[in-house]
């Protein structure tokens, strides 16, 4: 990456505008924070609505090449294409409703975490909208293009502006622009006019609060971004919090707490292996989950509260009680809301029961630490009634 | 004072140093949230590691511009780490060191140098 010229989003000019500290990050040049810092940008969130530019992930849109015009049937297509790659039930999906799932290699390790919904329009049926992640995103889109094969086409939206809002004023902040998001719950999505176009708007994001993700035409992302900020509770936040709230919520990070030789049960995210793939083990690597499940795993992704000392970063060592190294720190650093150092990581199943007492070893010296259930800080979706 | 390219500076009188990071280092390296401070009693080299300062985000290490002997450390520091941002030139110290080689002082930069140096940043 570092010989060719970074990549920039829509908004790359509205951050160097608010004098954003930027950096790169999966090949893009992003604002890592603003002149508020890390600290208050997270906290703001939490108590407030935060801005945050996610443009540099990978929005896509598979569609078949030919509708039967039956929306039932154009679904049941375009799903078939998609789930021999990830666990989901694509299929079950309702109109509007999105789903966290996972891409998976012929072993079951997991290749990408990703967002997959069925638009709600009539006239986006035979469509699956799939949100994948910045750092894999070519591997990804090629993955799903050769599943698609000749039968539907994958069309790339990662040249559009993609802007999260989270935290709890975060539906007051987009509703006084785009009134119909109020009616949304966690995990559904719509699409409405904006600026003579249209944006698809989801109830979703990776902060642990109430929030929405805008996928907007790149002519006018610039001007929904500014026309948002204009709210006084909505502030716009960098990388560096997204990831300390991202680690609070417990939400795994690909490329740190996931990677290929990981499974979904190891990973702790059995919820996204959906009981229909389940029952009829047709996923990757289902022999291999269903035998984690029924009690065969080695390892498991652990919340650590460090008791002591300084925040355990990626790649510390997890000692078990006998002093023997039993794991890594996967993704570690310091909770603004708790106020403590915190951190995951994967360790064997007999220690991963919250109260398990371990240590983490930070600068040669063992600090204790604590399995406690995830999330740190509750998450707070706004679910339908 | 005195100053490294690593952005510490040094103030001394009688033969001990007191270090801390300058407020160009405490804005670069954001709130920060913990900091892990040297034994009494410890001897270090220049350039050797003297203490840790954590961000949100990163660990970073703070050097020793000079060569000496532990002598004290800033005992508030750990139960307030946002001194280093709020003034990090002065209640937001580190450490102090009995100079073992007070001559490498002169090595170190002034402030009008290490302001120059800055603006070449």
């Given at each position: 990456m570092s010989d060719q010229a970074l990549k920039t989003t829509p908004l790359t000019d509205a951050h160097r505008a608010l004098g954003a500290r930027m950096t790169e990050f999966g090949g893009y040049e992003m604002p890592v924070q603003y002149a508020d810092g890390v600290l208050k940008e997270h906290l703001w969130t939490r108590e407030h609505a935060g801005l945050f530019d996610v443009s540099h992930m990978g929005p896509s849109f598979l569609r078949l090449k030919h509708l039967s015009g039956d929306a039932k049937a154009d679904h049941e297509a375009v799903s078939a294409l998609l789930e021999p790659i990830v666990c989901?039930?694509?299929?079950?999906?309702?109109?509007g409703q999105i789903r966290y799932t996972l891409l998976l290699n012929a072993t079951g390790g997991v290749v990408d975490d990703l967002m997959v919904a069925r638009p709600a329009g009539d006239d986006a049926q035979g469509v699956l909208q799939i949100i994948v992640n910045a750092g894999t995103k070519e591997g990804d889109f090629a993955r799903i293009a050769a599943a698609a094969g000749d039968t539907a086409e994958l069309v790339r939206a990662d040249d559009r502006g993609l802007i999260a809002v989270q935290g709890p004023e975060a539906e007051a902040v987009v509703a006084a622009i785009i009134p119909e998001v109020a009616d949304l719950s966690f995990m559904t999505l719509i699409n409405a006019p904006y600026d003579g176009g249209t944006v698809a708007v989801s109830?979703?994001?990776?902060?642990?609060?109430d929030g929405f993700e805008i996928l907007v035409e790149a002519k006018s992302a610039r001007k929904l971004w500014d026309r948002l900020l204009q709210d006084e509770r909505a502030r716009p936040i960098g990388l560096g919090a997204r990831d300390s709230l991202r680690l609070e919520a417990g939400l795994p990070l690909y490329g740190h707490d996931l990677d290929e030789t990981i499974s979904p049960v190891e990973a702790d995210l059995g919820f996204a292996l959906s009981k229909r793939r389940r029952l009829a083990e047709?996923?990757?690597?289902a022999a291999r989950a269903i035998g984690e499940l029924g009690g065969h795993l080695t390892r498991r992704r652990v919340g650590l509260?460090?008791?002591?000392g300084a925040p355990a970063r990626e790649g510390a060592e997890i000692v078990g009680p006998d002093g023997g190294v039993v794991g890594r720190v996967t993704s570690g650093g310091f909770s603004p809301s708790l106020g403590a150092p915190i951190a995951m990581g994967y360790a064997p199943p007999e220690l991963a029961e919250p109260g398990a007492k371990l240590g983490v070893i930070v600068r040669g010296k063992r600090q204790a630490a604590e399995v406690v259930a995830l999330p740190f800080v509750p998450h707070h979706y706004r679910r339908k009634a | 004072m005195r100053f490294t390219k690593d952005h510490e500076w040094v103030e001394e009188s009688g033969g001990v140093a007191a270090i801390g990071v300058t407020a160009y280092a405490a804005e670069q390296l954001g709130d920060v949230v913990f900091v892990e401070l040297p034994e009494v009693g410890k001897t270090v080299k220049a350039g050797d590691p003297l203490a840790v300062v954590e961000s949100v985000k990163a660990a970073s290490d703070v050097y020793a511009p000079i060569s000496g002997e532990v002598v004290e450390v800033n005992g508030d520091l750990p139960n307030a780490p946002e001194t280093v941002n709020s003034m990090p030139e002065k209640d937001g110290w580190f450490a102090k060191l009995k100079l073992s080689n007070p001559a490498e002082l002169d090595g170190l930069m002034d402030r009008a140098a290490y302001e120059t140096f800055l603006s070449t940043l």
């Open positions: 989901a039930d694509v299929k079950g999906l309702k109109r109830r979703s994001g990776y902060t642990g609060e047709d996923f990757p690597g509260r460090v008791l002591e | -």
